[in-house]
């Protein structure tokens, strides 16, 4: 009774000023957390088992022409739960996709910021059980996009590439084979994004990108490229602030680890200058013993991409260093240049006997484009696709080695589609692949949407007729 007069004398007045007092106490709150917020580890619950994909008999696989002897099972469209407008292809887009612990898992979401699809998060974690034959979905994460899974030992891990909470920390995401919960790992210190992840000699080293690059010119472009090292499992990290946009990939080499910026093109050449960069600019940095990383500027964006016209000139983005045999691959998205359009390319390097980097570019016909590179037990398996004619795409998987200056290549099979692959996983016998949108081209609008947009975002499983494939 006391408590009830006392609320009837404050009056609207005096609820008033409680009302402002706990705004004010909130916003004050919302602003001192991003400031205050420690480092820590949190576990990441999956949803409920009503909240769960529900299992279906997936269609007939949307491919065609597959080559002989060879059969295919649609897995579904896992991505069509999260997104499941039919303009929603880029989102649905499986950029990468890991086989780890009896199960295969999918990439997806949007990190860009611009487009009707704009940064498309949060995001699940979806895996096909092979035990259960069906999808499930492991956890949420707080990222715009997955682009990377990368297993190590018995974990799987997931570089977080736009992170939607505060940009005090950056993200790293691991899942245990003897654990059933994913861990996010938020310790990466003001990472923004984190595009690659590697070990080397005991280390953890991230590379990506960070809000404080440099100390001067306008506060909304300071950002610029970093690398991030951990001696401790990934639980401390040193950073080192380097003079470029992005650093995308960690090259792991005879040995030694490099790391590679985005390199520029006239629009980021033009950005770095007015920012009081480019004068100092060098794309690839070496890890010294030490922790520290030195600037490689013998090795130029010519040397990384050798046979492409305007190397050094035209923008390109070097991911999905794989290394085989001693050797490294990867792809490189390079942008137009004159007459020649934008594409993806794959090269590969070794060390030459005078400690240099020599690459080589894997030879692809004009209209090619290199989607994916994973490593198999003789070297690589290289995923293409090809644009035969509207909503059809010729992709294929051909088997890489490298031996001195010759690139063998032996073509394992073929198929049609309305989309290209965009993604490829093996266990050595089953192959699974993912369909996403064409690369280099607008995003699908609401209203403009077509039966090939439907079909982003389907994984198939292509095994060889005489064996049953891991999809039961």
């Not at 979905?137 to 030992?153: C, D, K, R, Y």
């Not at 004068?279 to 490689?296: E, Y």
């Not at 490593?375 to 909503?391: F, K, M, V």
Request: charged share 15%.
């Amino acid at each position: 009774m006391y408590w009830l007069m006392k609320s009837l004398a404050m009056g609207q007045k005096g609820w008033s000023a409680l009302a402002a007092t706990l705004i004010a106490g909130v916003g004050l709150s919302r602003w001192l957390w991003p400031q205050l917020e420690p480092a820590r580890s949190l576990p990441l619950l999956p949803p409920w088992p009503w909240q769960q994909p529900a299992p279906g008999k997936p269609a007939a696989p949307p491919l065609q022409l597959l080559s002989k002897g060879w059969q295919a099972r649609n897995l579904g469209n896992p991505a069509a739960l999260r997104y499941p407008a039919c303009w929603q292809s880029l989102p649905r887009t499986p950029w990468d996709l890991a086989r780890f612990n009896g199960r295969l898992y999918v990439g997806l979401g949007n990190a860009a910021n611009a487009g009707p699809t704009a940064n498309a998060g949060p995001v699940p974690v979806l895996a096909y059980a092979f035990d259960q034959g069906r999808w499930l979905q492991e956890a949420t994460l707080s990222e715009e996009e997955i682009n990377n899974f990368v297993p190590h030992g018995k974990q799987l891990w997931i570089t977080g590439a736009d992170a939607r909470g505060s940009w005090r920390w950056g993200n790293l995401y691991n899942h245990s084979s003897n654990g059933a919960l994913w861990w996010q790992e938020r310790r990466l210190p003001r990472f923004i994004h984190a595009y690659d992840l590697a070990w080397h000699q005991g280390a953890m080293v991230v590379a990506g990108n960070v809000p404080d690059a440099v100390s001067t010119g306008p506060k909304t472009d300071r950002h610029g490229s970093a690398l991030a090292l951990s001696r401790d499992g990934g639980g401390s990290w040193s950073v080192q602030r380097l003079l470029g946009w992005r650093a995308t990939a960690l090259l792991p080499l005879a040995g030694e680890l490099f790391a590679v910026e985005a390199l520029p093109g006239p629009g980021l050449k033009r950005w770095l200058q007015a920012g009081g960069r480019w004068q100092n600019f060098t794309a690839v940095h070496q890890l010294r013993p030490d922790g520290r990383w030195q600037a490689r500027p013998d090795i130029s964006a010519a040397d990384l991409l050798p046979g492409v016209p305007g190397a050094g000139q035209r923008f390109a983005w070097i991911e999905g260093a794989t290394p085989a045999q001693n050797q490294l691959a990867w792809i490189a998205r390079v942008g137009p240049w004159g007459d020649d359009p934008a594409r993806r390319l794959a090269f590969i390097a070794k060390r030459g006997e005078s400690g240099r980097i020599q690459v080589q570019p894997i030879p692809l016909r004009s209209g090619v484009q290199a989607m994916d590179l994973i490593s198999n037990q003789a070297g690589w398996l290289l995923l293409t696709s090809e644009r035969h004619a509207p909503q059809r795409w010729r992709s294929q998987i051909t088997a890489m080695q490298a031996s001195g200056q010759r690139i063998s290549q032996t073509p394992q099979l073929s198929f049609e589609a309305a989309l290209p692959a965009w993604s490829l996983a093996s266990d050595g016998t089953t192959l699974w692949v993912g369909l996403g949108p064409a690369p280099f081209q607008p995003e699908t609008t609401p209203g403009q949407c077509s039966g090939a947009d439907q079909l982003s975002g389907s994984v198939v499983a292509i095994s060889p007729a005489s064996q049953p494939a891991k999809f039961e």
